[in-house]
């Protein structure tokens, strides 16, 4: 398994919220730079690792690295 990073926000569309396409990130620390960058700008952000199996490409469960602002339901809890 590799353990990735990715940094994904959310920005308010009337009562919605619009995802943005997640972005890798190289390291924790970069993935929460990005986010903390990325936070005056967007309705929520968060920055997440998840570990991956590319021979069978299954996904664990994304692990909360940091958030910032409103997430959509369930998302970094």
Known sequence: MT???????????????????PQPARS????????ERMGPTRAGVWAYSANIDQ???????????????TLPPGLGD
């Open 3 to 21: 353990t990735m990073y990715f940094v994904q926000g959310f920005r308010a569309k009337g009562r919605k919220l619009d995802p943005d396409l």
């Open 28 to 35: 924790p620390e970069a993935a929460i730079a990005a986010a």
């Open 55 to 69: 021979e069978t490409d299954t996904y664990d469960e994304p692990q909360l690295l940091y958030r910032t602002g």
